[in-house]
């Protein structure tokens, strides 16, 4: 699983769902990636991918940031005026491999974007 952050800005509906689109065409690009979850928060990527072990994770994160840049730049002319200086991610990233506990990682992605209802405690006192 990675995670970066898209800088500065938010991430509008369309060029989420423009992302994920690039995204899953790259699994055919390079066919020994597997994405298993994916989706933002109003300024960051969450993705869960299966990188096999003879990959760098560090490769592959810089790859996918690089060439979904350059698409996202090519497809919306308002990115590329934007983000002059290059790319449209910041240059770090999070990496976390998964276990035990993939069913709530997958949880854990699938509610990136969505607002924390809260709860409602009601006290009572004697």
Do not use: C
């Not at 509906?13 to 689109?21: D, G, M, N, T």
């Not at 055919?28 to 979850?37: F, N």
Request: positive net charge; without cysteine.
């Amino acid at each position: 699983m990675w995670g970066t952050r898209y800088r500065r800005k938010y991430i509008k509906e369309y060029a989420k769902q423009e992302l994920r689109k690039y995204l899953f065409s790259a699994t055919k690009k390079y066919p020994t990636l597997y994405i298993h979850s994916f989706n933002t928060n109003e300024d960051h990527v969450h993705l869960q991918i299966e990188i096999p072990p003879n990959l760098s994770i560090a490769d592959v994160v810089q790859r996918l940031k690089a060439e979904s840049s350059f698409h996202l730049k090519k497809k919306f002319k308002f990115i590329r005026e934007m983000y002059l200086d290059g790319s449209i991610w910041s240059v770090g990233y999070f990496v976390s491999t998964v276990g035990l506990n993939e069913d709530m990682i997958k949880r854990y992605i699938a509610n990136q974007g969505k607002k924390d209802r809260g709860t409602t405690i009601r006290l009572r006192f004697s």
